[in-house]
């Protein structure tokens, strides 16, 4: 080795090594806080609502508080049912367990306030109640997939159903909706709605156009006078109930449901049918007025892979059941406008029950016959 050799050293400054570990200790500190903070917020809620289960809890006598602790372990009550059921195993392995809230009777004016806590719920079934509103506590029920309510007194569905994004079915029949909340469009992977028989709806929001994943949708016994425009944008609608409405003519763009299989028409004030719906491929089963239409596409009811059923009233009947009806008004009406409005929603039912299976056991057969007419019969007992 030479002496003369010079070496290179690196020298550096501590004091800057020192400033730059500083400040990386101090920006991890601070992304700690931050997330610690998140953390804290998004418990709040479920904080707050275990407090107020707590104070709840402190205005319960010894007995009402053990009924409560056994609701809450998913017991079987007397009026109210809450069971697990196992769900079907598929290709994939075994599902989490489906949870359903059962509630029947006229004595129910209102939804248990216990029902707050319960938001693992994944169905609700309520049923022939006197319940006139859903809860504000409603949103809370992220997990809810069925939500079946029909015969009831509701009035109107809260925007806040529009949380509800894992809903699949939604059943509010035989109430007394006059309108349909926008918000319910954002609950795209609804796969069945039905609205029968609530009679003050007449028009459905533009928003539902996308409801695309829609396979079945009932606005039977309603006041529409035309297809809802959102109706003809439910891409993948298999099932189209339009029945007992005061529809006088179908859009001539009906043939955009590519994937409709059966199509209900009957009791409404149709002449003709759009030769449009030789256009759907998909359409095997066809049910309208026999006494009225008199315009019907030569393709359509001559093809074999189409059930076209043409159903006809008794005129006597209905003459009949007119004049009872005229009468029935001039007498009280104020008085006996529940009781009949109760007849109507029990009738109502029984008559599309029976039409539903009538028509499921012609789907079988190989002929049917061009004209079916119902008979009302009545046993003195």
């Known amino acids: 080795m030479g002496l003369g050799r010079k070496l290179d050293v690196p020298v550096s400054d501590l004091s800057l090594i020192r400033g730059m570990w500083e400040v990386r200790v101090k920006k991890y500190r601070q992304k700690q806080k931050k997330e610690q903070e998140r953390i804290e917020q998004s418990a709040l809620p479920k904080i707050d609502q275990q407090w107020q289960y707590r104070i709840h809890c402190k205005t319960l006598?010894?007995?009402?508080?053990?009924?409560?602790?056994?609701?809450?372990?998913?017991?079987?009550?007397?009026?109210?049912?809450?069971?697990?059921?196992?769900?079907?195993?598929?290709?994939?392995?075994?599902?989490?367990?489906?949870?359903?809230?059962?509630?029947?009777?006229?004595?129910?004016?209102?939804?248990?306030?216990?029902?707050?806590?319960?938001?693992?719920?994944?169905?609700?079934?309520?049923?022939?109640?006197?319940?006139?509103?859903?809860?504000?506590?409603?949103?809370?029920?992220?997990?809810?997939?069925?939500?079946?309510?029909?015969?009831?007194?509701?009035?109107?569905?809260?925007?806040?159903?529009?949380?509800?994004t894992g809903l699949r079915e939604l059943n509010v029949s035989y109430n007394r909706l006059s309108k349909v909340p926008p918000e319910l469009g954002n609950c795209e992977n609804l796969k069945r709605l039905e609205l029968t028989g609530n009679h003050n709806l007449s028009e459905l929001p533009f928003e539902l156009s996308s409801l695309k994943q829609l396979l079945h949708l009932d606005i039977a016994e309603n006041k529409f006078i035309s297809i809802p425009i959102c109706a003809l944008r439910m891409s993948s609608l298999q099932l189209l109930d339009l029945s007992h409405n005061s529809l006088t003519d179908l859009p001539q763009d009906m043939d955009r449901l590519e994937q409709l299989v059966t199509l209900f028409l009957h009791k409404n004030n149709l002449f003709y049918l759009p030769h449009c719906l030789t256009k759907i491929s998909t359409l095997k089963m066809i049910v309208v007025n026999g006494d009225v239409l008199n315009c019907i596409p030569t393709k359509l009811c001559r093809n074999p892979d189409i059930k076209f059923i043409r159903l006809c009233d008794n005129r006597a009947s209905a003459e009949k059941k007119k004049t009872e009806e005229e009468k029935k008004k001039d007498k009280n009406k104020k008085k006996r406008w529940r009781e009949q409005r109760e007849e109507d929603v029990k009738k109502d039912s029984r008559e599309k029950e029976f039409i539903e299976a009538y028509i499921s056991s012609l789907k079988d057969r190989d002929t049917i016959p061009d004209f079916t007419t119902k008979v009302s019969i009545s046993c003195l007992l």
């Open 61 to 164: 006598k010894t007995n009402e508080l053990n009924l409560l602790h056994h609701y809450l372990d998913r017991s079987t009550l007397t009026d109210i049912q809450v069971h697990t059921e196992a769900e079907q195993q598929d290709q994939k392995g075994p599902e989490q367990s489906k949870l359903s809230f059962q509630l029947d009777g006229d004595q129910w004016t209102d939804f248990p306030r216990e029902l707050q806590w319960m938001t693992y719920l994944k169905e609700w079934h309520v049923r022939g109640t006197k319940i006139s509103r859903l809860p504000e506590y409603l949103a809370l029920f992220t997990q809810l997939t069925v939500l079946e309510i029909p015969q009831n007194t509701i009035a109107d569905l809260p925007p806040e159903i529009g949380k509800l």
